[in-house]
């Protein structure tokens, strides 16, 4: 059975305190030597062996790095010892920031760049130089063999305007154009590691989908009470 919501729970009335919308987890150590001990997440007990504690390690490369050791909690030295129990409820980022699995998320415009390979011709090797090293991030190169400026990332702009900028500093307006496509965008998810960014960005569409049928059947209720009036709501049980 799927863990639910705390809020739309029936079993408890929606506390959060009932094997179908909560988790409790349990974890005692104590340090006994002289070395300290990291007490870290993979000292949790779950009472549900499905819900556990997300493991950063990167198994494909088979390396066991410190991240494998879970997230420190707390670092003991001898004679300490922790013992606590924690409840974990399954919830939403509407009702509050710690359930959101997103860390960032950015939208940008793709941009589209015109390079005028007549103006740019008329450059030294040293003004190619200064104009690619201009821009903040590596959007231009200079190609090794035939020595001419070509984009090297365009996803790289950040529409700083500051390649626009050297250019007329030159002398040389118009020796690049950047525009961005209204049709064409970059959309960067960064997540908090409980859900991987491909999966939490499907599961959103997922959510968008049904809030637009709900509109969509909102709308076609409000048609039918406006053609069929009482007959129309009679139909819908109203």
């Known amino acids: 059975?799927?863990?639910?919501?705390s809020r739309d729970c029936?079993?408890?009335d929606g506390d959060g305190q009932c094997e179908y919308c909560?988790?409790?987890?349990?974890?005692?150590?104590?340090c006994i030597n002289d070395q300290t001990l990291d007490v870290t997440s993979k000292d949790l007990y779950s009472s549900d062996h499905t819900v556990v504690p997300v493991d950063f390690s990167d198994s494909?490369?088979?390396?066991?790095?410190?991240?494998?050791?879970?997230?420190?909690?707390?670092k003991l030295r001898r004679g300490q010892e922790l013992i606590l129990r924690a409840i974990a409820r399954k919830g939403i980022g509407k009702?509050?920031?710690?359930?959101?699995?997103?860390?960032?998320?950015?939208f940008m415009y793709e941009p589209d760049i015109y390079i005028?390979?007549?103006l740019m011709e008329s450059l030294t090797l040293e003004e190619k130089r200064e104009f690619v090293e201009s821009s903040p991030t590596k959007v231009f190169d200079i190609h090794p063999t035939t020595q001419q400026v070509i984009i090297h990332d365009a996803e790289a702009y950040t529409y700083d305007d500051e390649v626009i900028k050297k250019a007329e500093a030159m002398g040389k307006p118009g020796l690049v154009e950047i525009h961005?496509?209204?049709d064409s965008f970059i959309f960067t998810v960064e997540t908090t590691g409980a859900v991987k960014a491909s999966q939490l960005f499907l599961n959103a569409i997922d959510i968008l989908k049904q809030k637009l049928d709900a509109v969509r059947l909102s709308a076609d209720t409000v048609e039918a009470d406006e053609q069929f009036g009482e007959l129309g709501a009679h139909m819908r049980g109203g």
């Open 22 to 30: 909560s988790v409790e987890f349990h974890l005692r150590a104590k």
């Open 1 to 5: 059975m799927a863990m639910r919501f």
């Open 60 to 74: 494909s490369t088979g390396i066991d790095n410190g991240e494998s050791k879970g997230i420190i909690i707390v």
């Open 180 to 182: 961005a496509k209204e």
């Open 10 to 12: 029936d079993a408890c």
């Open 116 to 118: 005028n390979e007549e």
């Open 95 to 106: 009702d509050h920031a710690k359930w959101s699995p997103a860390a960032t998320v950015t």
